[in-house]
Nanobody, 123 residues
Framework: VQLQASGGGLVQAGGSLRLSCAAS????????MGWFRQAPGKEREFVAS????????SYADSVKGRFTISRDNAENTGYLQMNSLKPEDTAVYHC?????????????????WGQGTQVTVSS
């Protein structure tokens, strides 16, 4: 599976962005998916995850209530809707796929990673 994240950009605080994660390969629909982010000088941070069926989601406390993860397996695409953005959300956002399932917030359990898309939130 190859993943490509897109949809990042520059937005003012309080604004919204929708990230997409396009996957190649027919098995994407069988894998859990996650979004992670990394800001300069900081460690990779869990943002959100969703099971292969889409029936269960999980969020970092810092984005809960503002971000929504979803997926369309028919289109082999995952999404991260980001609302009420804050300057501290500035980072490179990566999508990832987990073959075994249950990876949740543990980045080391994810098998496939996209290159990432830059999100910059100005104050």
């Amino acid at each position: 599976v190859q993943l490509q994240a897109s949809g990042g950009g520059l937005v003012q605080a309080g604004g919204s962005l929708r990230l997409s994660c396009a996957a190649s390969g027919r098995r994407f629909g069988n894998y859990d998916m996650g979004w992670f982010r990394q800001a300069p000088g900081k460690e990779r941070e869990f943002v959100a995850s969703i099971t292969w069926s889409g029936d269960s989601t999980s969020y970092a406390d810092s984005v809960k209530g503002r971000f929504t993860i979803s997926r369309d397996n028919a289109e082999n695409t995952g999404y991260l809707q980001m609302n009420s953005l804050k300057p501290e959300d500035t980072a490179v956002y990566h999508c990832a796929a987990d073959r075994q399932g249950g990876g949740g917030s543990n980045y080391w359990k994810y098998d496939y990673w996209g290159q990432g898309t830059q999100v910059t939130v100005s104050s």
